[in-house]
Every structure is written in structure tokens, then in C-alpha cells.
């Protein structure tokens, strides 16, 4: 296993210094731009199945990811482009390609434009750059606020956008919006789905209404951010209980998120607060009703050039608002993270991570990392992992 | 022969000549292709176009960032202008071409080369160290940067270029800070860098400039190119 871990590493590394050299042509006069990524995990831990894969004995390598995109701008106000994303994730992805994103955008000024087709979900500070590992510190961001196996329920929608900058005036920074409206559809290969089949019943479809906003402000404060987000969404979750066809539809479903994020020369600071609930029921009645609050603070530092080292504390717990009680020793999960990044170049990152987590949330009603069936043996309290991944981007 | 007096009063001036040498390489001056409409651009402006939140000047022109793979210009064109390190410049420009928002920004390797691929696109606007020679672009002053207060400039007096430090190609970016009264003339400027002989020159004209009245004081920086190449 470690032998394919370095041999892709090294394949990356050759992959990487031919690429970077061709990411321009010409079409029909318009200058197009490529881009890829690709990145390689593997997690160990000690107790506990994570993530879908199986993680306790000697680790898992099925953590892998690769995309590519094109686009252009057509004029100065008007560009297109689209990406391709594929993932491996344990039980997750399966090596099916999506269509990550693909819009044209028009900015008819710098405080009005619109994008439509489908484009990435602004919500949060790292909602729709959650997939780009090498933007991030981490090996994996705060699963409290972006359940990695959750991604698809957030992620983007196919729709439309308006967005800008607004200059509020010297003494008071800059604002920017962004609303949206359009139809999420999870993947059979995420989450939601794993966990319908892993409990005996077949995945159909998982998708519906989604729109919100999200305003951030640039406050006056050299390096302060401070933003919140909305979304509602009216969803419909299709599945066969044996021969039987279900359907639940959504009475009520929202997210609401409030960040900040303070960026002092080398030192990055963030915070995030995620409150999602969801009631669904069908002929009016409540099936599934959940209160879920995570929040994070996380801060990484540029140690020298090459070397960033990064901490945060993910906390989440799972409520039924409706009084069923919890099942004993279940509702939460309190990660305590500490990550070291070297960049041996511009285009390639390497990162070595320990996670050490206190409970596994809800396995069986709401996944977020821990599946019932990844741990027929029963799930022990306390779980430590070791993530190391490498990846490329030009 | 030279005494001792003046053999010290000789490297007391060839130290000063490093000194303000050094303090002019640290900087940087902006440059476009000559399509480009302006002299002179203010420091949100540039941010914004190198930020591609704007993709045409505030007079129509269109521009398109390009970009210096690092050295000395770089450095201090990020820490001057866009308030970033070159790691969170890379993430936020990685941030807008994985999302679809944005493009990868035309990135040479060298000043000559920055200056060629500025000369030949029309709309280029890019930064080169000071003594760099700038054929076939225009030097663009910078108004106002970071943490200033901008007033809109109404008239202004280009500075005298001397000629005996023309000829001798002495030359480099001269960046002043202007404290402007409410009825917008200029009441005081003070030296922030640059070659010292140019730098009063520099403030000379300035001190003659008037800008847009507003409701009390404020401070601005000036960046002012002297080009040896012009």
C-alpha cells in the first residue's frame, strides 16, 4: 500500500512538470486556460471504520481525487467553462465522474453579474472550494461544518446566481452578495445513498429546490472578514423498502452559516457556525426530524516558505428536536486536529495530519464519517487517525 | 592629493548613493502598453484589476493583469499594492480558476520579459523593478495606496526631471505621502522612498497639485516614475 501511495506521489511529481508546461491554446481566437488537480490520501486509525473505508487494520488508500477544467473569456464582461471531477472515497464516488461544474458568467458591472448553469454553491468560507485539497491547510477541512462524506447536499446546483462587490466607503470596507436559485441531485455514489443501501434499501434519488444567499464583508479592520449564509431547499428523497416505493418529502430543510476569517501577514485564522435542520415526512407526518450544529475555530501558520503547520477544534452534535432520546454515547463528535503542509514546489503539496475524535455521531440516522455497516462490530467512543496525502494542481 | 576630509566626504556620498539606491530597488513601478488610455491610476484601482474583480479601467480602457514570477518588483508590488503574501495571492487566484470565477493571470518569468509581453498586448498593464528599461510601454503613476484615504485629483504638475541625472540614467520610482487639506490643496509631503535628489523634486511639483475639496484632512500616497528610458 505505501508503495502506491509514493509511486502515484512520483507519478504525480512527473505528471506535474509536463503539464505545467501547456495550459494555454488558442480557439477561434480566444485564449483557453486547462487546469487539473489530482490528490492521494491514505487514513489509518485505531478503532473505528472512517469514512467509508476501512481504516482500522493497516489503512486505506481509497482515497483518491482528480479533476480538469477548461474555460475561456469571451469578452471582458462575458466567460464559460466547465469541470470534470471524479473521486474514490471507500464506498463513496466509486470512480464515477461528475460534471462539477459548467456556467457562463456576464458581469455587467463590478457590483452586478449573473451566472447560470451549474456552479458551485457559495455558502460558507470553503463550501464551494471544499473538493480543491491544495487550497487547504488541511488534509481534511472540519468535518462539523463540511462532512466530506455529505459534499454532494451542499455542494452546487444547476441554476443561477447574481452576485457583486459592493465598496461601502474607505471607513466601512466592501460587501459581497451572492444569491442563488436552482435543483440540487445527489449522486447514487454519496453519502445519503450509501447510507439508504447500507441499511437494506435501495437508493433511488435524492435532489429538489435549492436557493439562498450568502453576504460577507470585507470589514475596514486590515484582514477581517465576517460573512453569513442561507440556503432553504423543498428536497424529495425516492428509495425502495423492499418492494415498496417511498418517498420523503421535505416539510422543512434549512442551513443557516455565520464565519469569520482573520488573515495577519503568515497567520490564518477561521471560525464557522453551521446550524442545518431538517424535518422530512410524507401525508404530513415527521419521519426524519434532526437538529445538527456544528462549529470550528481553525488557525494555520506559514512557518517558512514551504511549510505551513495548522490546528483546529471541530465540534458537532446531532439533536432530536422531537424528544426521542439519543442512542447512549452517540449525538457527537469532537475532533482535535494538528496538520504540518510542505510544498516541495508551487504545484505540489504533501500533508501529514492526526486526528483525535471523541464520539462518532449519529451512524445509522445522520452519517457524518462513521457508517454503521463500515462497523458491524459496534463503534468504541474514542477514534485517532493518520492522514497523509499528496497532491498536484496546475 | 586628496585629503583625509575628502577621501571620507567621497564615501560618505558613495554610501548615500547605496542608500537611496537600495531603498529604489526595494520598490516597483507600474507599466502598461501605450493602448492604455490613463498616466496614472489609482491604488484600488490597480488592486481591483489585479484582483479581477474589474477587467476595464474607470476611463473604458480595457487592461489585463500580468504578473512577475518573483523577485524584488514582486515582492513589492504584493506587500505595496495588493496587501498579500505570495501564498495567499496563489490561493486566491487558484480559488477563482477552480471555481470557474476567474483566470489564471499571465505570469513571466523575468522584468524584460514582463515589459515585452506588456509592449506587444494591448491592454497589458504589469510592474517591473525601477531601473528596469521600459521600450515600447508607458509608466503609469500610482495615487493612493493602502490604508489611504483617496481624493480625486484635479490638477497636476509633472515633476522636473534634472537633466544631469537623465542623461546619467538615474532614474527609479520615487513614492511620496501626501497630506491633503479639506479644500484640497496640498499642505505637506513627506519622503517614503526612492532616490532623495528625485524624491525633492518630486515633492516640489506635488506641493502644487490641488485635489477635490472634502469634509477634513486626509493622507494619500504618491508614487511617481522617473524613467531614464522615456
Redesign the interface.
Known amino acids: 500500500m505505501y508503495r502506491r501511495i509514493f509511486g502515484l506521489i512520483f507519478v504525480s511529481l512527473c505528471v506535474t512538470q509536463a503539464s505545467t508546461q501547456a495550459?494555454d491554446f488558442k480557439l477561434f481566437d480566444r485564449n483557453v486556460?486547462i487546469?487539473g488537480?489530482a490528490s492521494q490520501g491514505f487514513v489509518h486509525t485505531d478503532e473505528n471504520n472512517w469514512l467509508t473505508m476501512n481504516t482500522s487494520g493497516f489503512g486505506s488508500g481509497e482515497f483518491t481525487d482528480f479533476?480538469a477544467?477548461a474555460?475561456t473569456?469571451i469578452t471582458?464582461?462575458f466567460?464559460i467553462?466547465?469541470?470534470l471531477y471524479d473521486r474514490n472515497l471507500g464506498g463513496l464516488g466509486k470512480w464515477h465522474p461528475s460534471l462539477d461544474?459548467?456556467?457562463a458568467?456576464y458581469?455587467f458591472t463590478?457590483w452586478f453579474g449573473l451566472r447560470g448553469g451549474k456552479?458551485?454553491t457559495v455558502m460558507g468560507l470553503y463550501n464551494?472550494?471544499q473538493d480543491?485539497d491544495?487550497?487547504h491547510t488541511f488534509a481534511l477541512l472540519p468535518q462539523s461544518v463540511y462532512p466530506t462524506d455529505l459534499r454532494d447536499s451542499t455542494l452546487a446546483h444547476e441554476g443561477g446566481d447574481i452576485f457583486g462587490?459592493i465598496p461601502v466607503g474607505?471607513k466601512f470596507g466592501s460587501l459581497s452578495y451572492t444569491a442563488y436559485a436552482g435543483h440540487r441531485s445527489d449522486s447514487p455514489y454519496s453519502g445519503y445513498a450509501y447510507l439508504v443501501n447500507s441499511d437494506g434499501a435501495q437508493f433511488k434519488s435524492f435532489g429538489g429546490l435549492q436557493y439562498g444567499g450568502d453576504l460577507r464583508w470585507m470589514t475596514p479592520l486590515?484582514g477581517l472578514l465576517v460573512g453569513a449564509s442561507r440556503m432553504n431547499e423543498d428536497v424529495t428523497l425516492d428509495f425502495l423498502n423492499g418492494p415498496t416505493d417511498m418517498r420523503l418529502g421535505s416539510k422543512s430543510e434549512w442551513t443557516n452559516q455565520y464565519y469569520g476569517q482573520y488573515?495577519w501577514?503568515?497567520l490564518?485564522a477561521d471560525t464557522e457556525y453551521r446550524r442545518y435542520w431538517t424535518d422530512l415526512g410524507t401525508q404530513g407526518i415527521s419521519i426524519i426530524q434532526e437538529d445538527v450544529r456544528g462549529w470550528y475555530v481553525a488557525g494555520s501558520y506559514?512557518i517558512v516558505k514551504r511549510v505551513q503547520v495548522g490546528s483546529y477544534f471541530s465540534h458537532y452534535w446531532i439533536n432530536y428536536p422531537n424528544g426521542n432520546l439519543l442512542p447512549s454515547g452517540s449525538g457527537h463528535d469532537y475532533d482535535k486536529v494538528v496538520t504540518v503542509r510542505f510544498d516541495p514546489n508551487?504545484y505540489m503539496n504533501i500533508k501529514v495530519e492526526g486526528h483525535f475524535m471523541d464520539g462518532y455521531g449519529l451512524p445509522n440516522e445522520y452519517p457524518n464519517g462513521f457508517y454503521g455497516a463500515n462497523n458491524p462490530q459496534g463503534l468504541k467512543p474514542n477514534t485517532n487517525a493518520l492522514v497523509i496525502k499528496g497532491g498536484f494542481?496546475f | 592629493m586628496k585629503t583625509i576630509t575628502q577621501h571620507l566626504k567621497s564615501l560618505i556620498a558613495v554610501a548615500g548613493l547605496m542608500a537611496s539606491l537600495s531603498a529604489f530597488a526595494a520598490d516597483v513601478k507600474i507599466i502598461a502598453n501605450p493602448s492604455v488610455k490613463t498616466d496614472s491610476i489609482s491604488a484600488d484601482e490597480l488592486k481591483?484589476v489585479f484582483l479581477e474583480?474589474?477587467?476595464?479601467l474607470n476611463d473604458g480602457s480595457?487592461v489585463e493583469p500580468v504578473l512577475s514570477k518573483g523577485g524584488s518588483a514582486h515582492d513589492a508590488f504584493l506587500k505595496l499594492y495588493l496587501?498579500r503574501?505570495e501564498?495567499?495571492l496563489?490561493?486566491y487566484y487558484?480559488?477563482l480558476?477552480?471555481?470557474?470565477?476567474?483566470?489564471?493571470p499571465k505570469a513571466e518569468a523575468s522584468d524584460s520579459d514582463v515589459v515585452a509581453y506588456v509592449a506587444r498586448t494591448r491592454g497589458a498593464i504589469g510592474y517591473v523593478s525601477p531601473e528596469s528599461s521600459t521600450d515600447g510601454v508607458k509608466t503609469l503613476a500610482v495615487i493612493g495606496g493602502?490604508?489611504f484615504?483617496?481624493r480625486k485629483l484635479v490638477t497636476h504638475v509633472d515633476p522636473v526631471y534634472p537633466a544631469e541625472l537623465y542623461k546619467n540614467h538615474i532614474g527609479g520610482v520615487v513614492r511620496l505621502k501626501v497630506t491633503i487639506a479639506a479644500n484640497g490643496n496640498v499642505e505637506s509631503t513627506e519622503l517614503l522612498g526612492g532616490n532623495p535628489v528625485l524624491g525633492e523634486y518630486a515633492m516640489a511639483a506635488v506641493k502644487t497639485w490641488v485635489y477635490a475639496s472634502g469634509s477634513s484632512k486626509t493622507k494619500t500616497e504618491v508614487s511617481i516614475p522617473f524613467d531614464p528610458n522615456r
Do not use: I
Open positions: 495550459q486556460q487546469h488537480f479533476g477544467n474555460s473569456q471582458d464582461k466567460r467553462g466547465a469541470q461544474w459548467a456556467f458568467s458581469r463590478p456552479v458551485k464551494d472550494t480543491l491544495f487550497l462587490d474607505k486590515k488573515t501577514k503568515k490564518v506559514q508551487r494542481n | 481591483s474583480e474589474k477587467s476595464s480595457r496587501g503574501t501564498a495567499t496563489q490561493t487558484r480559488t480558476v477552480f471555481t470557474g470565477k476567474g483566470s489564471m493602502e490604508n484615504g483617496s
